[in-house]
């Protein structure tokens, strides 16, 4: 019982420090955003990649 409460607060701490740190990142005016169209279509093309590579099509 010890053991998974001290892995709960190490994951709290963990996750409270990567809250902080996207806050930190967007509120930096030198951050480049990435529009949501273009997400989607790095992600479409990283999905056909991947789709690809398990058909035994591209190693």
């Known amino acids: 019982m ?3 409460t001290h892995e709960a607060a190490e994951h ?4 409270r420090e990567q809250v902080k740190q996207g806050l930190n990142e967007a509120d930096d005016p030198n951050t480049v955003w990435v529009s949501h169209k273009l997400a989607k279509q ?11 590579r398990v058909a035994g ?3």
């Open 2 to 4: 010890l053991k998974r």
């Open 12 to 15: 709290d701490n963990w996750f």
């Open 42 to 52: 790095e992600m479409q093309c990283q999905r056909e990649a991947l789709q690809a």
């Open 57 to 59: 099509k591209v190693k």
